[in-house]
């Protein structure tokens, strides 16, 4: 049997582990799909934790927990890309790390998942699949 993949993105899976409100259209972009990353989502995810950590909005154990929850979710992890992301993000000024994800998206040509609206509005440019902002 044929599954789909997605490439998603750290915003989207903060919405999970977080328990946000964008959490089920998420879920729902994303329901029987496998999911796919470039392979610094852990540490992406983990600099997020501890950003909104910093700023008083999660206490430590509730990072941990969400941390936890990120682990739960099987990801397939790719190769980054980096040369070509680096491109993307000279052509769109956009941050490197949101060009591993248009990047991977691009190359594998999958559809991204994200609930960050630059990135979203950057791959349609791309001319991705976009499940996110508009």
């Not at 599954?3 to 993105?9: F, G, L, R, T």
């Not at 328990?19 to 796919?36: F, M, Y």
């Not at 910093?54 to 929850?69: G, M, S, V």
Request: with cysteine; charged share 25%.
């Amino acid at each position: 049997m044929y599954v789909a993949e997605k490439v998603i993105d750290a915003s989207a899976i903060m919405a999970i582990i977080l328990n946000e409100p964008s959490r089920d259209k998420v879920i729902a972009w994303t329901r029987g799909a496998a999911l796919v990353s470039p392979e610094m989502i852990d540490a992406e995810i983990g600099n997020g934790l501890i950003n909104l950590f910093r700023r008083h909005k999660i206490a430590e154990a509730d990072l941990l927990t969400a941390y936890q929850r990120f682990t739960e979710i099987p990801l397939r992890k790719v190769n980054a890309g980096i040369t070509g992301a680096l491109k993307i993000a000279c052509r769109y000024g956009i941050f490197a790390y949101d060009a591993y994800y248009l990047e991977a998206a691009s190359r594998l040509g999958l559809p991204l998942v994200t609930l960050d609206g630059s990135m979203a509005q950057t791959g349609r440019a791309l001319k991705l699949d976009v499940c996110g902002k508009e």
